[in-house]
């Protein structure tokens, strides 16, 4: 089993910053994607953004230039870095790595990580 352990939540201001972090259990470049979502209480989890093994990335309209999702294969980390953070940010987190095989495809996910944002 795959396990991924998230750490860089927290509470900060309108206007702050913070930086994510996902370790996981084998190298990041093993994996077919790499993505945070996020959940607020009583809403559905939602994908905040995406990085595939070719360095592809996708994000939420909400969050566009705003946020930026990197990898670091020596490390076996995928990272979020959430800049000029609004309160509509807040969430739970939620690290998340898609592995490809010819049988089946196996997905992993974080225990997730608070988020606060005040106004």
């Known amino acids: 089993q795959v396990q991924l352990v998230e750490s860089g939540g927290g509470l900060v201001q309108a206007g702050g910053s913070l930086r994510l972090s996902c370790a996981a259990s084998?190298?990041?470049?093993?994996?077919?994607?790499l993505a945070w979502y996020r959940q607020a209480p009583g809403k559905q989890r939602d994908l905040v953004a995406k990085?595939?093994?070719?360095?592809?990335?996708n994000y939420a309209d909400s969050v566009k230039g705003r946020f930026t999702i990197s990898r670091d294969s020596h490390n076996n980390t995928v990272d979020l870095q959430m800049n000029n953070l609004e309160p509509e940010d807040t969430a739970a987190y939620f690290c998340?790595?898609?592995?490809?095989?010819?049988?089946?495809?196996?997905?992993?996910w974080g225990q997730g990580i608070q988020v606060t944002v005040s106004s």
């Open positions: 998340n790595a898609l592995l490809k095989a010819t049988m089946a495809d196996h997905e992993y």
């Open positions: 084998r190298t990041a470049f093993s994996f077919n994607s």
């Open positions: 990085i595939t093994s070719g360095g592809n990335t």
